[in-house]
């Protein structure tokens, strides 16, 4: 089964920087390794709807984020880990939501694999 597995959230003040972390792993349904198109983050906030933030293909490395965070997030991965981050910069209340780590599989047609998130607050 494959896994996502979030990490690095916290407690920052307006102004700091958070980086987080995401690693896939494991198998997929028919047992072969997982095997990613794209990798992303969304994130949720209480009482709103989950959004977008950004993604990055896996080959190629493309970028794209949504117009809240660009130019303050970036997104990264290694390939070799099946690993992805995301470099929080001057971060605002805003940005306070549980962040989320998606994947797409290869043959999937949107992200079809999900971690558990992680917290970021960010306090004014």
């Known amino acids: 089964q494959v896994q996502l597995v979030e990490s690095g959230g916290g407690v920052v003040q307006a102004g700091s920087s958070l980086r987080l972390s995401c690693v896939a792993s494991g198998r997929t349904a028919s047992g072969r390794p997982f095997s990613n198109v794209a990798m992303g983050w969304f994130r949720q906030a209480p009482g709103k709807d989950r959004e977008f933030v950004g993604s990055?293909?896996?080959?190629?490395?493309?970028?794209y984020y949504a117009d809240s965070v660009k130019g303050r997030f970036t997104i990264s991965r290694e390939k070799v880990g099946n690993t992805i981050y995301l470099q929080m910069n001057t971060l605002k209340p805003e940005d306070t939501a549980r962040y989320y780590c998606a994947g797409q599989s290869v043959g999937a047609e949107s992200y079809n694999y999900w971690g558990q998130g992680t917290q970021v607050t960010v306090a004014s």
């Open positions: 990055i293909r896996w080959s190629g490395g493309s970028t």
